[in-house]
Structures are given as structure tokens and as C-alpha cells.
């Protein structure tokens, strides 16, 4: 290989925590650094319309903008479009691939590939190097994207296919899965529609869903010295992050939100405020 790689295995410190809640956690072989930060898994259909890629390159700019990892298998389509999305924003992106780490599929992918290792990501995979990607590794893998993350969003799926499978198996381990609907007559829409129907959890738009995974992950890690509206980002800021940014009491603090809020500026979601 022309990168160094590691082996890592269950009982290592490099080990993602998650693995673990596998019957048979796997060995992985990983390119890049992994962080402690949690993972937010972003899936979905190759063949999705351009709305499902814009809104998946959104989601996943904003995930990494909140300090968050994305996690993705870096097919074609959806897993594409919020790689990009997250390494736009100069976040942390980790990709599972379903054949070594040394071997890009789809080919197309190469340069996305190689962005995830210079901005410091990962690329992680149970099958050693030189692998081929067979297509029946692909399914086995997507457990290991459910398992590193702590939240799955669905941005558009079929009926069929490697994100309703990803779906399935987060919801087995506990792991909140967020789906955005779709028309009832669009295929690439028919399997987000009916994850919710079983009971997913519906997200509608980048704002809510960072609202949403705020309750599952705690407040996004935000830096001040990014400020957007009157030092507030679009993704939103802490109520505490906010009273130091703006050099006042807590009670100033809300007393400046309430304003804002009064005059429809802002919105305060519990001790998270987002410009509206």
C-alpha cells in the first residue's frame, strides 16, 4: 500500500466503542486518525435526485460544522454528497468501505477518498488490503456504519438497498435513525417513507436536524470565533458559549435572546439558540 495502515482489534484504545455492541465486534483495518467525537451516519440511494444530493451535501457541511464526525460508505449518491458536504466545512469524515482500504470504489470516488485522509479522516474496513469490492461485502458492512455512529440520517432510499439496511441495524442497537420524507410516488423516496411509517423519526431540513440531534448528542461543539448572525451560526450556539462570546451576565444573555426572539431574530430551543 502507498499510505501506512493499522490494524487495530476489540481490546485496542483506538477501537471505535460502538463496535462493541456486536455479537462478534470485527478487526478493522484503518487509514487516517479516528476522533472521540460522535458520529452522525449519513445514507442513502445512489440513484437519488438532485434535491436528495443537495440536501445530503447540507446535512453533512452542518454536521461537521457542529464538531460532529460523518460517517458514510462512500458510494455513489447520498454517502457522496455528504462527504463532500463535510469536508467543505473542513469536518472530520470517516468512510467504511466494503472492500480493503486500499482499493477506491466506485473509482470515481478517488479524490473524495483522498480529501477524508488529508483533512485528517479515516477510512475504515474489516477486509484486508487488496480486497475487491464484491458486492456481497457491502451489506456486511453497513453494521459497522450503524455500530461507529450514534445517529443515522436517511436522506432518500428505495424500497431496497444498503440504507434501509444501515436503518435496520441501528435501530437494533438503539441507535436513533432520523428519515427525511418524501413524495409517495418517488422511488427514491419509498423507503424513507416507510421507515417512518415504522417509526423513524422524521427531519425536515438542516436546522431541525441539528435541533434534533442536539437531544440525542448534547449541544454541538461550536467555536465563537465563527459567529454568523450577531455571533450566532446558522447551526446555532450554546446559551453559555453565547454569554462569553458576548461579554455579559447570563441574566444580560437572556435578557438580549428574549428581545431577539420577541422581534422573530432568533429561537431558543432549551440552552440552544439558532437565528431564525
Known amino acids: 500500500m502507498s499510505r501506512d495502515h493499522r490494524r487495530i482489534e476489540p481490546r485496542d484504545a483506538l477501537y471505535p466503542v460502538g463496535l462493541h455492541d456486536l455479537e462478534e465486534p470485527p478487526s478493522l483495518f484503518l487509514l487516517g486518525a479516528l476522533t472521540t467525537a460522535p458520529g452522525v451516519a449519513v445514507v442513502g440511494t445512489r440513484r437519488c435526485t438532485r434535491y436528495g444530493l443537495a440536501l445530503a451535501e447540507r446535512f453533512g457541511r452542518v454536521i461537521a460544522d457542529s464538531g460532529w464526525t460523518v460517517v458514510s460508505g462512500l458510494a455513489r449518491g447520498i454517502d457522496t454528497a455528504a462527504h463532500r458536504g463535510c469536508l467543505d466545512g473542513g469536518g472530520h469524515a470517516v468512510a467504511v468501505l466494503g472492500s480493503g482500504i486500499d482499493v477506491c470504489y466506485p473509482r470515481e470516488n478517488q479524490s473524495v477518498y483522498d480529501r477524508i485522509l488529508e483533512i485528517g479522516g479515516a477510512i475504515l474496513s474489516e477486509y484486508a488490503p487488496g480486497t475487491p469490492p464484491d458486492r456481497w461485502r457491502f ?23 444498503g440504507a434501509l439496511i444501515t436503518a435496520r441495524l441501528a435501530a437494533e442497537l438503539g441507535r436513533p435513525v432520523f428519515v427525511v420524507p418524501g413524495d409517495v410516488d418517488r422511488p427514491a423516496s419509498e423507503g424513507c417513507n416507510r421507515l417512518l411509517r415504522d417509526g423513524a423519526h422524521p427531519v425536515l431540513g438542516d436546522r431541525d436536524l441539528i435541533e434534533e440531534l442536539s437531544l440525542v448528542l448534547g449541544l454541538p461543539r461550536h467555536t465563537v470565533d465563527r459567529p454568523g448572525f450577531d455571533g450566532i451560526p446558522a447551526t446555532g450556539i450554546s446559551l453559555d458559549d453565547l454569554t462569553e462570546y458576548w461579554g455579559l451576565t447570563v441574566s444580560q444573555t437572556l435578557a438580549r435572546v428574549g428581545k431577539l426572539e420577541l422581534e422573530g431574530l432568533v429561537t431558543r430551543h432549551g440552552n440552544l439558540v439558532l437565528p431564525a
Open 139 to 161: 451489506p456486511a458492512r453497513n453494521r459497522i456504519i450503524a455500530a461507529i455512529s450514534a445517529a443515522v440520517v436517511v436522506v432518500e432510499a428505495s424500497r431496497t438497498g
